[in-house]
């Protein structure tokens, strides 16, 4: 089959016990209706920020960035450390001028609540929605508001310093914009299209939100005359699922978002390979911290299927329409799962006829998920991401 395009996906088979990893605007766990039935959820939102908050602890900050209504305040910083003749107020005001510049959008001091007005200094000025700027955005931002400083009032009414201001935010992409995205609501000519599509969770079998009834004790209550209940009561939501978990990246667009990349001195099929293996292993292993404290559901996904296609992305999710029942005699539902998943793979694939070169990886925990070793390779988490970032980097042009 003729290669056409690059499409990277991530399926994984995952329990989680009693936990509320998500919840709505009334505090329960999110849930959705799917195949008839109530399903278990996790919003895709809450585990793209669980993935993309673990890019940290693979990646050195040059390469992230970070995204903030505080913008004016974290350009200042920086313009202040490359002048410090510049006083912070003044810093405010260049970075908010370089901003708006540069995107389009008003950075403005926020409006204070008059009951709560105080003497004091006026707050740093903000962005009217959250900004997503490149470690490396920030800097050529910075450089340019110091130029700007002594260059005069009328400095970025030039249409070739406005161009390059422009140019400055919208190049040398962070791994985390060209996954994820960027919208700049009052500059689309800077948006940034994402890579990454991830869905959202849901359970493979029918779930149910259920809840927990708390006590928290005084300890200070000594006194024969104190009553004898408790400190406090309450309740909190909570539910456990087999929850199947399904993400594509474009590797085509991810390339094209990431440019030459961030660093001079690397092959040019090392920023898309770096930025495919660190999506693979972070959004297996990050998990949404909602009540993590309360619950300490710390689990792995135990089934992980991963793909590269050459046409479009597939969710496997289809294999789990008509809910999985727990074995009457073992329990549990990830055998089933996994039985389903080994058997719906090679069906949707010969029906599409995507099966044709299509790389396949697999990793699995456990005697309830050895019917989707057959899938493909079978491979340790560390030689799933080393393998799936070789393909990648094999099919740009010029590797």
């Given at each position: 089959?003729?290669?056409?395009?690059?499409?990277?996906?991530?399926?994984?088979?995952?329990?989680?016990?009693?936990?509320?990893?998500?919840?709505?605007?009334?505090?329960?766990?999110?849930?959705?209706?799917?195949?008839?039935?109530?399903?278990?959820?996790?919003?895709?939102?809450?585990?793209?920020?669980?993935?993309?908050?673990?890019?940290?602890?693979?990646?050195?900050?040059?390469?992230?960035?970070?995204?903030?209504?505080?913008?004016?305040?974290?350009?200042?910083?920086?313009?202040?450390?490359?002048?410090?003749?510049?006083?912070?107020?003044?810093?405010?005001?260049?970075?908010?001028?370089?901003?708006?510049?540069?995107?389009?959008?008003?950075?403005?001091?926020?409006?204070?609540?008059?009951?709560?007005?105080?003497?004091?200094?006026?707050?740093?000025?903000?962005?009217?929605?959250?900004?997503?700027?490149?470690?490396?955005?920030?800097?050529?931002?910075?450089?340019?508001?110091?130029?700007?400083?002594?260059?005069?009032?009328?400095?970025?009414?030039?249409?070739?310093?406005?161009?390059?201001?422009?140019?400055?935010?919208?190049?040398?992409?962070?791994?985390?914009?060209?996954?994820?995205?960027?919208?700049?609501?009052?500059?689309?000519?800077?948006?940034?299209?994402?890579?990454?599509?991830?869905?959202?969770?849901?359970?493979?079998?029918?779930?149910?939100?259920?809840?927990?009834?708390?006590?928290?004790?005084?300890?200070?209550?000594?006194?024969?005359?104190?009553?004898?209940?408790?400190?406090?009561?309450?309740?909190?939501?909570?539910?456990?699922?087999?929850?199947?978990?399904?993400?594509?990246?474009?590797?085509?667009?991810?390339?094209?978002?990431?440019?030459?990349?961030?660093?001079?001195?690397?092959?040019?099929?090392?920023?898309?390979?770096?930025?495919?293996?660190?999506?693979?292993?972070?959004?297996?292993?990050?998990?949404?911290?909602?009540?993590?404290?309360?619950?300490?559901?710390?689990?792995?996904?135990?089934?992980?299927?991963?793909?590269?296609?050459?046409?479009?992305?597939?969710?496997?999710?289809?294999?789990?329409?008509?809910?999985?029942?727990?074995?009457?005699?073992?329990?549990?539902?990830?055998?089933?799962?996994?039985?389903?998943?080994?058997?719906?793979?090679?069906?949707?694939?010969?029906?599409?006829?995507?099966?044709q070169d299509t790389p396949t990886w697999v990793m699995q925990v456990g005697k309830s998920t050895k019917s989707v070793e057959h899938l493909g390779t079978k491979l340790s988490l560390r030689e799933l991401v080393t393998a799936v970032g070789a393909e990648v980097a094999s099919r740009q042009d010029g590797a």
């Open positions: 089959m003729t290669r056409t395009r690059t499409i990277l996906e991530v399926h994984a088979l995952q329990t989680v016990p009693p936990s509320c990893l998500n919840r709505d605007d009334t505090g329960s766990p999110k849930t959705a209706i799917y195949g008839g039935v109530p399903r278990a959820r996790v919003s895709s939102q809450a585990w793209k920020r669980a993935t993309r908050r673990d890019f940290h602890n693979l990646l050195d900050p040059s390469d992230l960035g970070v995204r903030t209504r505080r913008v004016a305040e974290l350009l200042a910083a920086r313009i202040t450390d490359l002048d410090g003749s510049i006083e912070q107020t003044e810093a405010w005001a260049l970075a908010a001028e370089t901003i708006y510049t540069a995107t389009g959008s008003k950075i403005e001091p926020p409006k204070r609540n008059a009951s709560k007005e105080k003497q004091g200094p006026p707050p740093a000025p903000e962005s009217k929605y959250l900004m997503f700027l490149s470690a490396h955005q920030l800097d050529g931002l910075a450089e340019l508001a110091v130029k700007a400083h002594g260059g005069g009032k009328d400095y970025f009414k030039d249409k070739g310093i406005k161009d390059l201001a422009k140019q400055l935010a919208n190049s040398r992409h962070s791994v985390d914009i060209a996954l994820f995205g960027r919208m700049v609501a009052d500059g689309a000519d800077i948006n940034v299209d994402a890579a990454a599509q991830v869905a959202h969770a849901i359970s493979v079998h029918r779930a149910e939100n259920e809840s927990d009834y708390y006590t928290a004790v005084d300890d200070y209550k000594t006194r024969e005359s104190d009553d004898l209940g408790a400190g406090m009561i309450g309740t909190v939501e909570f539910n456990s699922a087999t929850l199947y978990r399904y993400a594509a990246v474009d590797i085509d667009l991810l390339r094209k978002n990431l440019g030459k990349g961030l660093r001079e001195d690397e092959p040019l099929t090392e920023p898309v390979r770096r930025a495919a293996e660190v999506f693979v292993e972070c959004f297996l292993t990050s998990l949404p911290t909602g009540k993590v404290n309360t619950f300490g559901n710390h689990t792995m996904p135990e089934a992980v299927v991963v793909k590269l296609r050459t046409s479009r992305p597939i969710s496997l999710v289809g294999a789990f329409e008509e809910p999985c029942l727990a074995d009457p005699d073992l329990g549990g539902h990830m055998r089933e799962a996994c039985e389903r998943l080994a058997e719906y793979v090679p069906a949707i694939e010969e029906a599409y006829d995507v099966a």
